[in-house]
Protein backbone atom coordinates (compact mmCIF):
# COMPACT_ATOMS: atom_id res chain seq x y z
CA UNK A 1 0.00 0.00 0.00
CA UNK A 2 1.40 3.62 -0.60
CA UNK A 3 0.76 5.44 2.41
CA UNK A 4 -1.08 8.48 1.97
CA UNK A 5 -1.27 10.26 5.21
CA UNK A 6 -2.95 13.41 6.54
CA UNK A 7 -2.01 15.07 9.76
CA UNK A 8 -5.28 16.91 10.60
CA UNK A 9 -3.89 19.62 13.40
CA UNK A 10 -0.43 20.27 14.62
CA UNK A 11 1.78 18.18 17.39
CA UNK A 12 4.66 17.61 18.84
CA UNK A 13 7.15 16.64 16.07
CA UNK A 14 8.99 13.32 17.32
CA UNK A 15 6.01 11.22 15.40
CA UNK A 16 5.94 13.46 12.84
CA UNK A 17 9.79 13.27 12.23
CA UNK A 18 9.23 9.46 12.29
CA UNK A 19 6.54 9.95 9.76
CA UNK A 20 8.29 12.19 7.43
CA UNK A 21 11.01 9.85 7.74
CA UNK A 22 9.38 7.31 5.63
CA UNK A 23 6.48 8.64 3.88
CA UNK A 24 5.28 12.31 1.82
CA UNK A 25 2.56 13.06 4.76
CA UNK A 26 0.02 15.80 4.12
CA UNK A 27 0.68 18.04 7.61
CA UNK A 28 -1.80 20.52 7.98
CA UNK A 29 -1.57 22.49 11.16
CA UNK A 30 -5.49 23.54 11.04
CA UNK A 31 -6.37 25.97 13.63
CA UNK A 32 -9.48 25.52 15.52
CA UNK A 33 -12.32 22.57 14.77
CA UNK A 34 -12.76 20.85 11.40
CA UNK A 35 -16.20 20.42 10.33
CA UNK A 36 -17.61 17.33 8.55
CA UNK A 37 -17.54 18.72 4.78
CA UNK A 38 -14.09 20.10 5.07
CA UNK A 39 -12.64 16.61 6.87
CA UNK A 40 -14.19 14.88 4.14
CA UNK A 41 -12.58 17.18 1.68
CA UNK A 42 -9.39 16.68 3.37
CA UNK A 43 -9.58 12.96 3.32
CA UNK A 44 -10.53 12.85 -0.67
CA UNK A 45 -7.29 10.51 -1.81
CA UNK A 46 -5.69 9.81 1.84
CA UNK A 47 -5.91 6.15 3.16
CA UNK A 48 -4.57 6.94 6.62
CA UNK A 49 -5.33 10.09 8.58
CA UNK A 50 -3.40 10.88 12.43
CA UNK A 51 -6.25 12.86 13.96
CA UNK A 52 -7.46 14.73 17.10
CA UNK A 53 -10.22 14.21 19.57
CA UNK A 54 -12.01 17.16 18.11
CA UNK A 55 -11.70 15.88 14.74
CA UNK A 56 -15.28 13.47 14.63
CA UNK A 57 -15.37 10.51 12.25
CA UNK A 58 -19.12 8.95 11.39
CA UNK A 59 -21.03 6.98 8.76
CA UNK A 60 -20.97 10.08 6.69
CA UNK A 61 -17.33 10.84 7.07
CA UNK A 62 -16.58 6.99 6.15
CA UNK A 63 -19.25 6.75 3.40
CA UNK A 64 -17.61 9.51 1.22
CA UNK A 65 -14.15 8.44 1.83
CA UNK A 66 -13.78 5.36 0.38
CA UNK A 67 -10.17 5.03 0.12
CA UNK A 68 -9.50 5.60 3.87
CA UNK A 69 -8.44 2.76 5.83
CA UNK A 70 -7.17 3.98 9.09
CA UNK A 71 -7.69 6.48 11.98
CA UNK A 72 -4.65 7.10 14.22
CA UNK A 73 -6.24 8.98 16.99
CA UNK A 74 -4.39 10.97 18.91
CA UNK A 75 -5.56 10.54 22.50
CA UNK A 76 -6.90 7.71 24.67
CA UNK A 77 -10.74 8.28 24.20
CA UNK A 78 -12.29 7.51 20.90
CA UNK A 79 -15.64 8.71 21.59
CA UNK A 80 -15.18 11.10 18.25
CA UNK A 81 -15.38 7.79 15.92
CA UNK A 82 -18.09 5.46 15.20
CA UNK A 83 -16.38 2.53 16.02
CA UNK A 84 -18.84 0.27 14.68
CA UNK A 85 -18.72 1.89 11.21
CA UNK A 86 -15.20 2.33 11.19
CA UNK A 87 -15.56 -1.87 11.55
CA UNK A 88 -18.16 -1.93 8.40
CA UNK A 89 -15.91 -0.04 6.25
CA UNK A 90 -12.94 -1.64 6.95
CA UNK A 91 -11.12 1.01 8.87
CA UNK A 92 -8.62 0.59 11.57
CA UNK A 93 -9.06 3.02 14.28
CA UNK A 94 -6.13 3.46 16.74
CA UNK A 95 -5.75 5.18 20.25
CA UNK A 96 -2.61 6.22 22.33
CA UNK A 97 -3.16 3.92 25.38
CA UNK A 98 -0.35 4.01 28.44
CA UNK A 99 0.76 7.20 27.06
CA UNK A 100 -0.91 9.51 29.56
CA UNK A 101 -2.26 7.75 32.09
CA UNK A 102 0.55 8.85 34.62
CA UNK A 103 0.52 12.39 33.55
CA UNK A 104 -3.43 12.53 33.62
CA UNK A 105 -3.31 11.11 37.40
CA UNK A 106 -0.82 13.78 38.20
CA UNK A 107 -3.66 16.50 37.01
CA UNK A 108 -6.21 14.80 38.50
CA UNK A 109 -4.32 15.43 41.86
CA UNK A 110 -3.81 19.03 40.51
CA UNK A 111 -7.66 20.06 40.18
CA UNK A 112 -8.15 17.79 43.70
CA UNK A 113 -5.70 19.63 45.49
CA UNK A 114 -6.66 23.13 43.64
CA UNK A 115 -10.70 22.93 44.68
CA UNK A 116 -10.27 21.69 48.26
CA UNK A 117 -7.33 24.17 48.73
CA UNK A 118 -8.75 27.01 46.78
CA UNK A 119 -5.65 27.37 44.79
CA UNK A 120 -7.34 29.54 42.06
CA UNK A 121 -9.78 31.60 43.91
CA UNK A 122 -6.68 33.03 46.56
CA UNK A 123 -4.52 33.23 43.58
CA UNK A 124 -6.65 35.86 42.02
CA UNK A 125 -7.76 37.36 45.75
CA UNK A 126 -3.96 37.94 45.72
CA UNK A 127 -3.71 39.53 42.60
CA UNK A 128 -6.23 42.04 43.29
CA UNK A 129 -4.54 43.37 45.95
CA UNK A 130 -6.75 42.12 48.49
CA UNK A 131 -4.33 39.86 50.51
CA UNK A 132 -3.93 42.57 53.37
CA UNK A 133 -1.91 39.97 55.85
CA UNK A 134 -2.15 36.35 57.15
CA UNK A 135 -5.63 35.62 58.86
CA UNK A 136 -6.23 32.42 60.78
CA UNK A 137 -10.13 32.16 59.18
CA UNK A 138 -8.73 32.61 55.04
CA UNK A 139 -9.49 30.29 52.53
CA UNK A 140 -10.40 27.75 54.38
CA UNK A 141 -11.03 24.22 52.62
CA UNK A 142 -11.12 20.81 52.40
CA UNK A 143 -8.63 18.04 53.22
CA UNK A 144 -6.86 15.81 50.85
CA UNK A 145 -4.64 13.24 52.81
CA UNK A 146 -6.06 10.63 54.36
CA UNK A 147 -10.06 11.72 52.96
CA UNK A 148 -11.90 9.61 50.69
CA UNK A 149 -11.17 8.62 47.04
CA UNK A 150 -14.67 7.42 45.18
CA UNK A 151 -12.60 6.33 41.60
CA UNK A 152 -15.59 5.66 39.19
CA UNK A 153 -14.26 3.60 36.19
CA UNK A 154 -11.04 1.77 37.06
CA UNK A 155 -8.76 1.18 34.08
CA UNK A 156 -5.76 2.23 33.80
CA UNK A 157 -5.89 6.04 35.13
CA UNK A 158 -8.27 4.81 38.09
CA UNK A 159 -5.80 2.59 38.68
CA UNK A 160 -2.79 4.64 38.64
CA UNK A 161 -5.16 7.11 40.48
CA UNK A 162 -6.00 4.49 43.14
CA UNK A 163 -2.25 3.36 43.79
CA UNK A 164 -1.35 7.05 44.22
CA UNK A 165 -4.08 8.22 46.33
CA UNK A 166 -3.66 5.38 49.01
CA UNK A 167 0.13 5.56 48.72
CA UNK A 168 0.78 9.02 48.29
CA UNK A 169 -1.89 10.94 50.37
CA UNK A 170 -2.96 8.32 52.64
CA UNK A 171 -6.70 8.50 50.95
CA UNK A 172 -9.24 5.25 51.45
CA UNK A 173 -10.07 4.29 47.69
CA UNK A 174 -13.82 3.23 46.49
CA UNK A 175 -14.13 2.07 43.16
CA UNK A 176 -17.12 1.49 40.58
CA UNK A 177 -16.23 -0.94 38.10
CA UNK A 178 -18.15 -4.29 37.57
CA UNK A 179 -15.28 -5.99 35.47
CA UNK A 180 -12.32 -5.23 38.47
CA UNK A 181 -11.65 -7.69 41.46
CA UNK A 182 -10.37 -5.70 44.51
CA UNK A 183 -7.83 -9.25 44.50
CA UNK A 184 -6.36 -8.17 40.88
CA UNK A 185 -5.58 -4.59 42.49
CA UNK A 186 -1.85 -3.70 43.81
CA UNK A 187 -3.06 -1.26 46.41
CA UNK A 188 -6.00 -1.62 48.92
CA UNK A 189 -9.35 -0.60 47.84
CA UNK A 190 -12.74 -1.34 47.94
CA UNK A 191 -15.22 -2.30 45.46
CA UNK A 192 -18.59 -0.75 46.07
CA UNK A 193 -21.96 0.29 44.29
CA UNK A 194 -22.57 3.58 43.21
CA UNK A 195 -25.09 4.53 46.07
CA UNK A 196 -21.68 3.60 48.53
CA UNK A 197 -19.42 6.06 46.62
CA UNK A 198 -21.64 8.58 46.06
CA UNK A 199 -22.31 8.71 49.59
CA UNK A 200 -19.11 7.76 51.73
CA UNK A 201 -16.62 9.97 49.20
CA UNK A 202 -15.39 12.93 49.89
CA UNK A 203 -13.47 13.09 46.48
CA UNK A 204 -15.02 11.79 43.34
CA UNK A 205 -13.29 11.18 40.33
CA UNK A 206 -14.30 9.79 36.66
CA UNK A 207 -12.37 7.42 34.70
CA UNK A 208 -14.72 5.78 32.75
CA UNK A 209 -14.57 6.04 28.68
CA UNK A 210 -17.98 7.88 26.94
CA UNK A 211 -20.69 5.40 25.90
CA UNK A 212 -24.44 5.22 25.81
CA UNK A 213 -24.30 3.85 29.29
CA UNK A 214 -21.47 6.34 31.05
CA UNK A 215 -23.52 10.08 29.35
CA UNK A 216 -25.20 11.21 32.04
CA UNK A 217 -23.68 8.97 34.86
CA UNK A 218 -23.80 11.78 37.13
CA UNK A 219 -26.94 13.51 37.27
CA UNK A 220 -28.93 15.54 38.99
CA UNK A 221 -30.12 12.66 41.71
CA UNK A 222 -25.94 11.33 42.26
CA UNK A 223 -25.19 14.84 42.85
CA UNK A 224 -27.89 15.27 45.75
CA UNK A 225 -26.52 11.91 47.24
CA UNK A 226 -23.06 13.38 47.40
CA UNK A 227 -21.83 14.84 50.87
CA UNK A 228 -22.36 18.55 51.07
CA UNK A 229 -18.59 18.50 51.70
CA UNK A 230 -17.48 16.49 48.70
CA UNK A 231 -15.89 17.63 45.60
CA UNK A 232 -16.38 16.12 41.88
CA UNK A 233 -13.20 15.81 39.16
CA UNK A 234 -13.96 15.20 35.92
CA UNK A 235 -11.05 14.89 33.67
CA UNK A 236 -12.87 12.23 31.62
CA UNK A 237 -15.47 13.41 29.29
CA UNK A 238 -17.69 16.13 29.68
CA UNK A 239 -21.29 14.28 28.72
CA UNK A 240 -20.58 11.64 31.41
CA UNK A 241 -22.04 14.57 33.92
CA UNK A 242 -24.54 16.35 33.70
CA UNK A 243 -23.23 20.08 33.24
CA UNK A 244 -26.84 21.87 33.93
CA UNK A 245 -27.36 19.94 36.96
CA UNK A 246 -23.63 20.21 38.57
CA UNK A 247 -23.94 23.93 37.74
CA UNK A 248 -27.27 24.16 40.27
CA UNK A 249 -25.81 22.38 42.93
CA UNK A 250 -22.57 24.17 43.04
CA UNK A 251 -24.72 27.17 42.98
CA UNK A 252 -26.57 26.37 45.99
CA UNK A 253 -23.47 24.83 47.54
CA UNK A 254 -25.22 21.20 47.93
CA UNK A 255 -21.13 19.80 47.25
CA UNK A 256 -18.16 21.48 48.07
CA UNK A 257 -17.08 22.14 44.72
CA UNK A 258 -15.85 20.76 41.21
CA UNK A 259 -12.65 20.34 38.97
CA UNK A 260 -13.68 20.48 35.38
CA UNK A 261 -11.04 19.46 32.47
CA UNK A 262 -13.83 18.09 30.18
CA UNK A 263 -17.23 19.67 29.13
CA UNK A 264 -20.50 18.28 28.23
CA UNK A 265 -20.42 20.32 24.82
CA UNK A 266 -17.14 21.34 24.83
CA UNK A 267 -15.54 23.82 24.16
CA UNK A 268 -18.99 25.26 25.50
CA UNK A 269 -19.61 25.30 28.84
CA UNK A 270 -23.00 25.77 30.82
CA UNK A 271 -23.36 29.37 31.58
CA UNK A 272 -22.90 31.02 34.73
CA UNK A 273 -19.91 28.10 35.85
CA UNK A 274 -17.57 31.07 35.06
CA UNK A 275 -18.42 32.73 38.08
CA UNK A 276 -18.62 30.08 40.10
CA UNK A 277 -16.10 30.09 43.16
CA UNK A 278 -16.83 26.63 44.32
CA UNK A 279 -15.04 25.19 40.89
CA UNK A 280 -12.18 25.06 38.95
CA UNK A 281 -12.23 24.99 35.15
CA UNK A 282 -9.17 24.13 32.51
CA UNK A 283 -9.61 23.70 28.98
CA UNK A 284 -8.98 19.89 28.54
CA UNK A 285 -5.12 19.55 29.26
CA UNK A 286 -5.01 16.88 31.67
CA UNK A 287 -2.35 15.01 29.38
CA UNK A 288 -0.84 18.24 28.42
CA UNK A 289 2.67 17.75 29.50
CA UNK A 290 5.70 17.79 27.01
CA UNK A 291 6.69 14.55 27.63
CA UNK A 292 3.25 13.03 27.12
CA UNK A 293 2.28 14.88 24.20
CA UNK A 294 6.19 13.70 22.47
CA UNK A 295 4.85 9.98 23.39
CA UNK A 296 1.55 10.33 21.99
CA UNK A 297 3.20 11.66 19.00
CA UNK A 298 5.70 8.33 19.00
CA UNK A 299 2.39 6.13 19.40
CA UNK A 300 0.45 7.83 17.13
CA UNK A 301 3.22 7.52 14.51
CA UNK A 302 4.44 4.13 15.16
CA UNK A 303 0.19 2.73 15.03
CA UNK A 304 0.63 4.22 11.59
CA UNK A 305 4.08 2.64 10.50
CA UNK A 306 2.62 -0.98 11.71
CA UNK A 307 -0.19 -0.48 9.73
CA UNK A 308 1.60 0.55 6.76
CA UNK A 309 4.04 -2.07 7.58
CA UNK A 310 1.21 -5.03 7.61
CA UNK A 311 1.84 -5.47 11.52
CA UNK A 312 -0.96 -5.00 13.73
CA UNK A 313 -0.59 -1.93 15.48
CA UNK A 314 -0.49 -2.23 19.32
CA UNK A 315 -3.27 0.60 19.56
CA UNK A 316 -6.06 -1.30 17.80
CA UNK A 317 -9.43 -0.68 19.12
CA UNK A 318 -11.52 -2.14 17.16
CA UNK A 319 -10.20 -5.47 17.03
CA UNK A 320 -13.27 -6.70 15.31
CA UNK A 321 -11.67 -5.06 12.39
CA UNK A 322 -9.24 -7.85 11.87
CA UNK A 323 -11.90 -10.90 11.41
C1 LIG B 1 -7.71 12.96 26.16
O1 LIG B 1 -8.75 13.38 26.59
C2 LIG B 1 -7.55 11.68 25.56
O2 LIG B 1 -8.53 10.94 25.39
O3 LIG B 1 -6.40 11.37 25.22
C1 LIG C 1 1.32 29.09 58.44
O1 LIG C 1 1.93 29.72 57.59
C2 LIG C 1 1.82 28.74 59.71
O2 LIG C 1 3.00 29.05 59.99
O3 LIG C 1 1.05 28.14 60.47
Redesign the pocket.
Known amino acids: MIAKILVTHEIPDKGILMLQEKYDIEYRKTVGVISKTELIGMLKDKNIVLSL?SDTFDEEVFRNCPDLKMVSN?????NNIDLKAATRYGVYVT??PKT?DET?VDFTFALMLAVARRVVESDKFLRSGKFTGWGAMEFLGGEVNRSTLGIIGLGNIGKSLGRRAHYGFNMKVLYMDKFVREDTLDFPAQSVNMETLLKESDFISLHVPLTDETKHLIGEKELNMMKSTAYLIN?S?GPVVHEAALYKVLKENKIAGAGLD?YEFEPAFHKGLEELDNIVMCP?I??ASLNTRQN?SIKAAQNIIDFVEGRIPEGLVNREVLK
Open positions: LYAVGFNTLTTRVHASM
